[in-house]
């Protein structure tokens, strides 16, 4: 059983409200991006004769993720389309700002590594599963300039219909 401590990460958040219902858009540093997100790769799942579809992200192209940790050296480096992520319910705190008016919060998104049900603990590196922006996330790995921060568009607790609408 992996083991670790509670870890959080905290920053602004502006609610957006559409038909599908509200969603948060933010900045997150790359390196803590990539941190908390995982990619669910499609994948056929043979069963009994039937033929399952899992997963909704493409499988990352390695020549992809070098362009983009290219471009990311270069001096007009910019990735102006969010990346968009998917965060369980109870990993999510959201506190209002004074000045929000109901718009602007603070978003805590943190681990879960203990529960009563090992079933429900959730790892820091499974916080949020990538809907959209994989090859951004990958491409940036390795950066290691000043901080270079994403927009994200987090859905909290969006099924997977959700997810695969989104994406």
Known sequence: MISEDHKEIVFPVIRVRQRIGDFFIGSIPSRQLFEIAYFDIRQIVHED???????????LSKQRVKEISQHARGMDAT????????????????VPTPAGQETI???????????ENPGDVI???????VIDGQHRIAGLEDYSGPTFELNVSIFIGADISDQASIF
């Open 105 to 115: 919060f603070k978003m805590t998104l943190r681990n879960i590594p203990e529960t």
């Open 49 to 59: 004769g039937i033929d399952s579809y899992l997963g909704i992200q493409r499988v």
């Open 123 to 129: 790892l820091y590196r499974q916080i949020a599963r």
């Open 79 to 94: 990735f102006p389309t969010a990346v968009i992520l998917a965060v369980p319910e109870q990993c999510v705190e959201l």
